[in-house]
């Protein structure tokens, strides 16, 4: 190790213990969830994105194991370690190493081994005051570290859920577009094949592979993508196996011959897509436009509503909060309120925090049920090197 390696390695490690001093302040216990964990359980529930760049091995055993490439997760298995039945309330809060596969090569913003420092609330049944304390907590644990200018974004995936529950629709159409829902291109060319007037709509996708698919037969059908995709010279996407494959271009026949979302319902839906702007404003867009599609949209936009209100008695600028009713769509296991923190020099695809609501991530390892949650990370290097340069 070089001087100015153990230099950087101190700094970050005075640096992780201001933060945890903060997040221990707030009653969070700090545990320790183990590095190697079983590959299934990320694999279900991290999203495609995540789950292609997780390293992945077999043990001598032969189970199937990962590096963690995150540490919520883990600390949710711990949780049921400890607690079986879900009972009671927890607060944990960690600092360590997490490993994501970097596919366009490792650099100082995105190595393939890093830091972070994060809390989760577990239990907590006031949802809004969980989620503003969250907010709250990663400010001031950011504040701790040091003093520069930064920028929070927010998403509410609970929004979309709502409104997709009490727009006009038929049920296969709206869990396809809960399932698409994390990925935008795939989610907006699901919408434009089930809201088509005329069935067989299928753009964009091989005319002679998809007319030979029945959704009859699926072992058949694999077969035929295999050799598709072998005479093409494709090779599988990212972490999506062939089977997954051949079910997402099975779906896909089956949506051109489904009966159509009704316009009306797409509008609404794309229309809600397209709110984005400082918190206050879209406050008032989701009021007027999304509330009034039912009861379920009038009570995800009153939490919202209530959220910004916490939000501002605690301190927080809400006019300073970027809303996106786009963003948060890509680790699979948030189920509601998201944010992030950039800071600038690096940009928005680099924050140095985020976080948000993941109340069905529990039952996804293991509980009988879901249980409400919310949680962030702090990816403490980043954090580091934007102190380091606003104080020069």
Known sequence: MTAETARDFEALERQAALIMSVLIGAGCEAVAPAILQPADVFLDVVGEDLRARTYVFNDPEGHELCLRPDLTVPACRLYLQRHPDAGIAARYC????????????????????????GFELIGETDAEAAETEALVLVAKAIAAAGSFPYRI??????????????????????????????????????????????????????????????????????????RYLQ?????????????????????????????????????????YLKIAGPAPAARAALERSIAPAGPRSAAAVAAFAR???????????TGALAFSAEFGRTLEYYTGFVFDVVAPGLGERTPIAGGGRYDNLLRAVGATSDVPAVGSAIHTERLLSVVHGAAR
Do not use: C
């Open 307 to 317: 959220r910004l209100d916490l939000l501002a008695a605690a301190g927080i600028d």
């Open 231 to 271: 005479s093409a010279g494709i090779a599988p996407i990212g972490a999506r196996s062939l089977g997954e494959i051949t079910a997402g271009l099975l779906a896909a026949v089956e949506d051109s011959h489904a009966e159509p979302i009704p316009a009306a319902s797409a509008a609404a839906i794309e229309s």
């Open 153 to 226: 974004r927010m998403g509410d995936l609970g929004l979309f859920k709502a409104l997709l529950a009490d727009l006009e629709m038929p049920e296969r159409g709206r869990q396809r577009l809960r399932a698409q829902f994390w990925r935008p291109e795939a989610f907006r060319a699901a919408l434009a094949r089930l809201t088509a007037v005329s069935p067989g709509s299928l753009a964009g996708l091989p005319a002679d592979l998809m007319g030979a698919l029945d959704p009859a037969d699926p072992a058949a059908a694999e077969a035929l993508v295999a």
């Open 94 to 117: 960690y600092n360590g190493s997490v490993f994501r596969f970097q596919p366009t090569g490792a650099d100082a913003a995105r190595p393939n081994e890093f830091r972070q420092a």
